[in-house]
């Protein structure tokens, strides 16, 4: 069974902190890790994604993949009231010519002006 | 100009009663997939349909089916609706290997 795990929170932050949201996974053989933003009663949104070890900034966000401690992290700097969303974290798993994301049960963000 | 477009958007219905949801994407992408989200925001994927085989189908009950007429569309059908059924369900498509993907505004199921 794969399995992606986050913090179900909810985390709260003020506005303009950093927030820090944490995802681990349990296959080794997983190559691709994405990071979506959900809104209250909207479809995620791809955010970030990442292949290597290592950090990816773009804007405000950065991705860090650690792939021996099977870790995903996404940082959100300068937290805007805006962020406040459910971030779901979701690894790609492929094999048999099949190709699917698991996806994490969320972290609930709170950004407090 | 929407990318992957569910209909309808609510659908409220009485238990046992035969439903269907409809997806079109309009970005070429190659597979396509039915995704479950309950109301503690889990999603779990239900079928893909890679050029119109079914390639991956989890442990759902038989009462759902999809159907792909075509490599644009992937419909969901759901006989004899139980209560267990209410959630969001989106459908998703995806290009090529590897990447991510992009979802359609899903579908609230209500089942009374």
């Known amino acids: 069974q794969k399995e992606v795990e986050q913090n179900s929170g909810p985390l709260s932050v003020p506005e303009g902190a950093i927030a820090s949201l944490n995802c681990t996974y349990s296959d080794r053989g997983s190559q691709s890790f994405f990071w979506y933003r959900q809104y209250s009663g909207k479809s995620p949104e791809l955010i970030m994604f990442?292949?290597?070890?290592g950090d990816k900034e773009d804007g405000r966000f950065t991705a860090q993949l650690n792939k021996a401690s099977q870790y995903v992290s996404l940082l959100i700097r300068d937290s805007q009231p805006s962020d406040s969303a459910t971030y779901l974290c979701?690894?790609?798993?492929?094999?048999?010519?099949?190709?699917?994301?698991?996806f994490g049960k969320g972290t609930k963000l709170s950004v407090i002006p | 100009d929407t990318a992957v477009s569910q209909t309808p958007k609510y659908l409220v219905t009485q238990m046992g009663n035969d439903k269907s949801i409809k997806c079109e994407q309009n970005l070429g992408h190659d597979t396509m997939y039915w995704y479950k989200q309950d109301s503690k925001k889990f999603l779990k994927i239900m079928f893909s349909y890679n050029n119109k085989e079914l390639i991956i189908n989890e442990t759902v009950p038989n009462r759902f089916s999809p159907k792909s007429p075509d490599k644009a569309h992937l419909n969901l059908h759901i006989n004899s609706l139980e209560l267990g059924d209410s959630a969001v369900y989106f459908c998703a498509s995806r290009h090529g290997t590897g990447g991510g993907y992009t979802f359609g505004s899903g579908t609230r199921l209500t089942v009374v």
């Open positions: 979701a690894v790609a798993y492929s094999g048999a010519g099949s190709y699917q994301l698991t």
């Open positions: 990442i292949y290597s070890n």
